[in-house]
């Protein structure tokens, strides 16, 4: 499985941010895809997961991110997003996409992810 995240920079808070993580049609189709963060000195931690294509268009965030952060994904272009909206400084970490196929219902597990992409550093300025 191959995993390219990109899209991370420096953005204001209350800016915008919009990540993508390249991948293939076969794992689109095959695997749930999910976002995780580290910020220095913490574990890593669930963002946001979007189901395989065969289970549908479910989405689950934490809590953090509810309703300023979304999950998508472009079939064409074999890509998954996340659209970071409201950013605050605390979103400050090293963002990565990552995949599962694991039951929907414990997407929010970092442990129970299987392949990483590299990540990619977003870093929100007060």
């Known amino acids: 499985v191959q995993l390219q995240a990109s899209g991370g920079g420096l953005v204001q808070a209350g800016g915008s941010l919009r990540l993508s993580c390249a991948t293939s049609?076969?794992?689109?189709?095959?695997?749930?895809m999910g976002w995780f963060r580290q910020a220095p000195g913490k574990e890593r931690e669930f963002v946001g997961a979007?189901?395989?294509?065969?289970?549908?268009?479910?989405?689950r965030y934490a809590d953090s991110v509810k309703g300023r952060f979304t999950v998508s994904r472009d079939i064409a272009k074999s890509t998954v997003y996340l659209q970071m909206n409201s950013l605050k400084p605390e979103d400050t970490a090293v963002y990565y996409c990552?995949?599962?196929?694991?039951?929907?219902?414990?997407?929010?597990?970092?442990?129970?992810?299987?392949?990483w992409g590299q990540g990619t550093l977003v870093t929100v300025s007060s």
């Open positions: 990552a995949v599962t196929q694991i039951l929907w219902a414990y997407v929010d597990n970092t442990r129970n992810y299987i392949n």
């Open positions: 049609g076969s794992t689109l189709r095959n695997f749930h």
């Open positions: 979007i189901s395989r294509r065969s289970y549908g268009d479910s989405t």
